[in-house]
């Protein structure tokens, strides 16, 4: 007799050919951070594409979903659930994202699921049914580059062209085009036929680096991506990368994951700009994911600013990247006139109140000499708006706390008419006798700084003189050339036509005093990008940071050396056990849920925790630390008792940070 063939109607068949789908769910929940198998009907089978977005019922509900790979069989051992339906057969998910999202989620304790959020944008079903363009066919390579002042640059593009995964630390010079650095590197590997993907800090930064590239490579071969396009836009772009027809990226962030055809390098610029950390979990850094992808793909790697961060000096202390340094002759020509205030015995003579003034008669004097060559000056300052600050009554050295240096503050109001002692914004302590400690005055006197506040006084010093600000308000990209005063926050320095004259870098105490294991790290970095924007020495451009010279970064600063600054800072962190000397988490919660994860949290031998420390209202800080070798343990340990929290569904969150920009 025949076996049976028919089946009941409206019953499902599975596929002829690999019936089982694993599928990442959209669950959030760490206990689930692992593919669920599902059946692939017949009317499915087509569509059921690895990579492709799919519809699950999950503990009875709808859920979204990514479709892993198709098997034979699973090891469930009981009745598979079919897919509910195929969303799209469009492959949004390739396979090495999806490689390099699992791997980011184990490095960072997080779940894939929260790692591929960032890697594949929302749908656009009418964008997706549209057609990608035709690929554009490789340029040819630059023929002269800029890269012959740097004595390895011309080694590295040589490698680009040979395919291999050469791996770079660059120092890029002051004034430097980094753009048409980067665009000829760009251009290099296009010319061989394989892609390039490179991420820059915020969408400024793109725009000038995709005016570079289309010169080089044509417009119709390149394609930016920043969170300023539209949701549609971004996703016709994003789609045309996915299907090959673009091999060159551009973008901020979210980019890092671009699913790039055939990748034959990764660059980032200025790797210490905080735009790079995510600040969504896992919180991933843009370094650590290029870094990974470059590792994974057999890409060549640039890391590529004006500073230096302790993590790329680890790159190249390690021997993992080679570094890219202009010889000092080179850089002693192209680098401007900097000076700190108290840098020499002749400026306390001509101007005794120079340490305490917020602007020195120096940087009065490099003003006035860059406006009477009619070009303009940039002036940094920390802060945008009016922030009250205190400082002494006598000398105006900045007010601080004698048991952590933290900034001073008057709370308001009175106790029975009398006012209540100055505090420590940082630790709390209350300051009920303060002394100075530069010329022991007891007397405290208010401060208001900010760009608004500079922009107001300097316009009425330079009466006549045009300021401009930018800031949060507006940012602006570039200032023509001609004498004019450029007031601007960091990281918000437009570029000025043919160059500033002189940049004045205030109030450096502000950026040097933060809490953070960064603080000195981010300062040189911000000034270093503002004078970077400055004309070279023998042009007259000159530099002021008004910052004790003395300080390692001021030092780092004068002689344009963030190399020096970087071994310092890096071995500094060693001797302490600070990142990335170490691996380190941050616990942050409720203090019943940081014991509680503590006591659960099996650490290696070598692994140790700080604290817990107060950070506020009923919330609790504890620090946990392992040697570097020990990393993966530690991210596994966490992730573990993290899955036990959640499927035990305990009520108190606790936020889990590897290798954090903050620890205090």
Known sequence: MAAKTTTRRGERVPAATLPVARVCVDVPLPHLDRPFDYQVSTEQDEAAVPGCRVRVRFAGQLVDGYLLERVESSDYGRKLTFLDRVISPEPV????VAELARVVADRYAGALVDVLRMAVPPRHA???AQPSPEPAPPPAAPERTGWTRYPFGANFLDAL???RPARAVWQALPAEDWPARLAEVVATVASTGRGALVVVPDHRDVARLHAACAALVGPDAVVALSADLGPAERYRRWLAVRRGSVRVVLGTRGASFAPVHDLGLVAVWDDGDDLHAEPRMPYPNVRDVLVQRAHLSGAALLVGGFARTAEAQLLVDSGWAHEIVAAREVLRAAAPRVAAVGDSDWQEVKDPAARSARLPSIAFEAARAALAADAPVLIQVPRRGYVPALACGACRAPARCRRCAGPLALPG???DGVPRPAY????GATEAAFRCPACGSRRLRGQVIGARRTAEELGRAFSG???????????????PGGAALVVCTPGAEPVAEGGYGAALLLDGWALLGRADLRAAEEALRRWMTAAALVRPGSEGGRVVVVAESSLAPVQALVRWDPVWHARQELAARGELGFPPAVRMATVDGSPDAVAGLLDELRLPE??????PVPLGEDRERALVRVPRERGRALASVLAEVLAVRSARKEPDVVRVKLDPLEVL
């Open 126 to 128: 009418r964008v997706e």
């Open 161 to 163: 062209k040979a395919g």
């Open 413 to 415: 109001g009175s106790d």
């Open 424 to 427: 420590c914004r940082w630790c």
């Open 93 to 96: 998910l390739a396979p090495e």
């Open 606 to 611: 070598s692994g140790e925790v700080l604290g």
């Open 465 to 479: 003189v045009p300021v401009r600000t930018s800031g949060a308000d507006e940012v602006l990209a570039s200032v």
